[in-house]
Structures are given as C-alpha cells and as structure tokens.
C-alpha cells in the first residue's frame, strides 16, 4: 500500500488524554473522534509532546496561560520542540505535507489561537521553514466532540497572527 504522505501535528493528549489535568480530560484514553476523523482522511498523525507533563509532571495543578507564559516554560517548550520541528522539515523536505495541526481548545498549553505551546511551536516552526496554515481543535464543549463540519472544531488558518486570532475567539 501506497503512503498517502499527508501529516497532521497533534496535540498530545488527543491521543494521550492520560496527560491531562486532573479532571480536565475530555475522553478516557484517545480522542476517537479525532484519530478516526485523521484516519478516514488517510493522514499520518504525529504527536507533538506534552509540554505541561514534561514542565511540571502528571500531579501539576490547572494553570493559565498567563502563569505558563514565562521565559522558563517558553525555554522548555523550545528545547522540547526543536526535534520535532527538526523531523518535521525532514518529512517536509522529502515530500510529505504538513496537511494541519489539530490543538485542544481553551487549554493554556495547546490552544491554537492562544496557547503559549502552540504559539511556541509555530514561532520555531516558521523559523525552521515547516509550513503549518491551518488547525482544527477539540471543542471546549461539555463533551468535547471532535467534528470536522462544526464550527468549534475549526480553528483556521494560522496565517494571521496567532496572539490576534486569539483574542477575536474570545
């Protein structure tokens, strides 16, 4: 079988909810919504890491964005996210398509408009020349249902700047 050579970046607790904080997680394990949804679009999913599990452990208390918006955690998040972004270019450079990443709404880390991770990751990205333009999300809904075709799920573009685009879901 053919590789479709098409990638999406994603979060890591939507495919490792165990991640999450306490009581924030919206599954039990996976986000089958999401992971289906990827595979029935035949793309390969890569995960990004956790980088609150990795900053502060499994045990840390929810946080906001801007008491993870230090030079500590954005440190972190680049040394945590620069062979990522390394591998990325590699697949990019070998004809693979970064089709879009897939962030976790309302989360301080992984937020697509907002989140200090996901604007991390973008920045480096950039810089690096991996070319992420669009994210869709999980929901920050009462049951945090993945669905493509729902608005909520959409984030969009990313072309326009991130902390802006942010500010105007709000």
Same mark, same amino acid.
């Given at each position: 079988m053919q590789r479709s050579k098409k990638i999406i970046v994603a979060s890591h607790c939507v495919i490792n909810q165990?991640?999450?904080? &306490?009581g924030e997680a919206r599954s039990p394990g996976v986000m089958k919504a999401a992971v289906d949804w990827t595979y029935e679009q035949g793309y390969g999913l890569f995960q990004l890491p956790c980088p609150e599990f990795t900053f502060l452990g499994p045990e840390r208390p929810p946080m906001t964005v801007e008491e993870y918006d230090t030079p500590e955690f954005r440190s972190h998040n680049r040394s945590i996210l620069q062979p990522v972004v &390394?591998?990325?270019k590699t697949y990019?450079?070998?004809?693979y398509s970064i089709v879009g990443g897939l962030g976790i709404s309302g989360s301080p880390s992984c937020d697509p408009g907002k989140g200090v991770f996901m604007r991390d990751f973008l920045e480096l990205a950039a810089e690096n020349g991996v070319a992420i333009d669009f994210f869709w999300q999980i929901p920050n809904t009462a049951d945090g249902t993945f669905n493509p075709g729902d608005s909520n799920s959409v984030y969009g573009p990313t072309r326009t700047p991130v902390t802006q685009k942010g500010d105007e879901q709000q």
């Open positions: 165990n991640a999450v904080v &306490e &390394e591998q990325l990019q450079d070998h004809g």
